[in-house]
């Protein structure tokens, strides 16, 4: 469509189709069948939360290169703790063809959260600021190698399809104990919070935002992660919470 104004020519091609959809028309077809990890210790990415990552290590950076020429997409995800844990070469290292290095690298939990670069930032020595968006959570399959010195995973994102819907807009949880349980977890530990900010996000938000930001270790993160539903997620915290920091115990880690 083009439209002429004065002596300019304003071009409008509003009806050139996308590269790369638009976050709420992602559906299942747009997740690719590999994807490049990122993992992260105590690290939390929800969908719909918005993590911003500082990448400075060259193959991390080739990650970001690698996701911005093709789905902006990468999976975040979590190492599993290596306290009691055979750290070498997992069992099918040999099979997805790992190289000699992968002996240094530490096994991951079984699912993680695929997010979207939103906003990137380069910086003048060639390191980048990213925001990474949450879309879906995906359950890996299996690695399949390094590329350019990253990890890349097979991964299925169809068990967590309501991922991709819209927030509930009705959620069963307790918002004011929540929110009174992190007032006194926030005292106990000497950390501040934004107050104003917290008491008015919808309920979707409020369980999106709190168990990314809240100062828990890896495998009380992944049970968040891996709560089936807001209101599940919603009870985790609100156990860690009363536990005063008290985490759960290792052994009875997520997947």
Same mark, same amino acid.
């Given at each position: 469509?083009?439209?002429?104004?004065?002596?300019?020519?304003?071009?409008?091609?509003?009806?050139?189709?996308?590269?790369?959809?638009?976050?709420?028309?992602?559906?299942?077809?747009?997740?690719?069948?590999?994807?490049?990890?990122?993992?992260?210790?105590?690290?939390?990415?929800?969908?719909?939360?918005?993590?911003?990552?500082?990448?400075?290590?060259?193959?991390?950076?080739?990650?970001?290169?690698?996701?911005?020429?093709?789905?902006?997409?990468?999976?975040?995800?979590?190492?599993?703790?290596?306290?009691?844990?055979?750290?070498?070469?997992?069992?099918?290292?040999?099979?997805?063809?790992?190289?000699?290095?992968?002996?240094?690298?530490?096994? %991951?939990?079984? /699912?993680?959260?695929? @997010?979207?670069?939103?906003?990137?930032?380069?910086? *003048?020595?060639? +390191?980048? $600021?990213?925001?990474?968006?949450?879309?879906?959570?995906?359950?890996?399959?299996?690695?399949?190698?390094?590329?350019?010195?990253?990890?890349?995973?097979?991964?299925?994102?169809?068990?967590?399809?309501?991922?991709?819907?819209?927030?509930?807009?009705?959620?069963?949880?307790?918002?004011?104990?929540?929110?009174?349980?992190?007032?006194?977890?926030?005292?106990?530990?000497?950390?501040?919070?934004?107050?104003?900010?917290?008491?008015?996000?919808?309920?979707?938000?409020?369980?999106?935002? %709190?168990?990314? /930001?809240?100062?828990? @270790?890896?495998?009380?993160?992944?049970?968040?992660? *891996?709560?089936? +539903?807001? $209101?599940?997620?919603?009870?985790?915290?609100?156990?860690?919470?009363?536990?005063?920091?008290?985490?759960?115990?290792?052994?009875?880690?997520?997947?």
């Amino acid at each position: 469509m083009t439209r002429h104004a004065g002596r300019g020519t304003v071009i409008i091609m509003d009806d050139i189709p996308r590269h790369i959809p638009q976050i709420g028309d992602m559906t299942l077809a747009d997740f690719p069948a590999e994807l490049g990890l990122f993992p992260l210790d105590e690290a939390l990415l929800l969908p719909q939360g918005r993590l911003p990552l500082n990448v400075f290590e060259p193959r991390y950076i080739a990650l970001v290169e690698d996701a911005l020429a093709t789905s902006r997409l990468i999976g975040m995800i979590q190492p599993r703790p290596l306290e009691g844990m055979d750290a070498s070469i997992p069992p099918d290292a040999e099979e997805a063809g790992m190289d000699d290095g992968y002996s240094t690298t530490p096994p %991951l939990y079984g /699912i993680g959260c695929i @997010g979207r670069i939103t906003t990137m930032t380069e910086r *003048e020595d060639g +390191t980048y $600021a990213i925001t990474l968006t949450g879309i879906a959570r995906f359950r890996l399959l299996r690695e399949t190698g390094l590329r350019r010195g990253y990890r890349v995973a097979r991964v299925d994102a169809s068990s967590f399809v309501s991922d991709l819907t819209d927030s509930e807009d009705d959620i069963p949880f307790d918002r004011e104990g929540l929110l009174n349980a992190l007032h006194d977890f926030c005292e106990a530990q000497g950390v501040s919070t934004q107050w104003d900010a917290l008491r008015q996000m919808d309920d979707a938000a409020l369980l999106v935002t %709190l168990p990314m /930001i809240c100062p828990f @270790g890896t495998a009380p993160r992944q049970m968040m992660l *891996e709560a089936p +539903t807001p $209101a599940a997620r919603a009870q985790i915290l609100r156990s860690l919470l009363d536990g005063t920091g008290q985490e759960p115990d290792e052994g009875a880690s997520p997947s």
